[in-house]
């Protein structure tokens, strides 16, 4: 199984480019952010044109979540994470697919760090931390994939001195994450490239993409029972280089339908 995670940057004016990448990689499941369109304006014709059944929670110019399934719809479990009454941003969906629970979530920015905006973001790591402990308790094969807006080590930034006063790379963040990592999940790319400079976004200015100047802030964290099954995760860096294209380029990984332990015993 192949899920994948992208953050668009505003699915209806890159949809072309959407849709040429699920042509080309062909995901089992996609997570995507930053839909920046209402729920009335998502094209569901055309991704069930080309075989995708999907769930989404959109939101007016800003942020947005979804779910795409090929050849299925997706089961929808959960929209915003618990304890957000006042929180009426788009930036969790959650579904059952193929007997697995898959989270896609926009984590906040967060700067500038000399505001609320920082504070909502670790409130709303907080709340992470609250739901994603009940996930593992359940006992379930779980995803949780998305733009975290973090990056957790040095290794995932290119030159992380500029980084250190930014809300992706502040220590409290940083240490967030690596709290969510120790509570039991797995972090995919990292667990199977342990020191390999791996990004997943590229900002416009300064000819980043071309000098490789970027950051590792899509992540897909998964429960014991998934991360046994844990076969490949990579980046398909070429998709940010198209024309007109996201400043995130799609990450994946690919899910083994034997755990390791069971292949031994066969």
């Known amino acids: 199984m192949k899920i994948a995670t992208y953050n668009v940057n ?14 080309e990689a062909k995901p089992d499941i ?38 795409l399934a090929r050849g299925q719809e997706p089961l929808e479990t959960r929209r915003g994470l618990p304890g957000g009454q006042d929180d009426d ?7 059952v697919i193929d007997g697995m629970v898959v989270g896609c979530l926009y984590l906040p920015n967060g700067n500038p760090v000399a505001g609320p905006k920082f504070q909502y973001k670790l409130d709303w790591f907080k709340r992470l931390h ?14 949780l994939v998305g733009d975290f807006n973090v990056m957790p080590t040095d290794l995932d930034v290119y030159k992380p001195e500029r980084w250190m006063d930014d809300a992706l790379f502040r220590a409290e963040v940083k240490g967030a994450y690596a709290d969510l990592v120790a509570r039991g999940w797995t972090d995919a790319i990292r667990h199977l490239h342990p020191s390999e ?18 950051l590792r802030i899509d992540h897909f964290l998964l429960s014991p029972d ?5 076969a490949k995760a990579e980046v398909d860096k070429h998709v940010r280089g ?7 380029a799609p990450a994946w990984i690919e899910l083994a339908k034997k755990t390791v332990k069971q292949r031994r015993e066969k």
Do not use: M
């Open 242 to 248: 198209w024309e007109h294209t996201s400043d995130h």
């Open 30 to 67: 996609v997570c995507l952010q930053e839909l920046k369109t209402p729920s009335n304006k998502f094209p569901r014709k055309e991704l069930e044109r080309v075989g995708y059944g999907a769930i989404w929670h959109g939101q007016k110019s800003w942020n947005g979540v979804a779910i």
């Open 197 to 214: 400079r791996i990004y997943t976004f590229w900002a416009y200015f300064r000819n980043a993409y071309a000098r490789d100047a970027g």
């Open 130 to 143: 609250s739901y994603a402990d009940e996930l593992l308790e359940l006992g379930v094969p779980v995803a």
């Open 89 to 95: 941003k788009s930036r969790y969906i959650e579904a």
């Open 226 to 230: 998934l991360a046994e099954k844990l």
């Open 10 to 23: 505003g699915i209806n004016g890159r949809l072309d480019i959407l849709l040429r990448w699920l042509d």
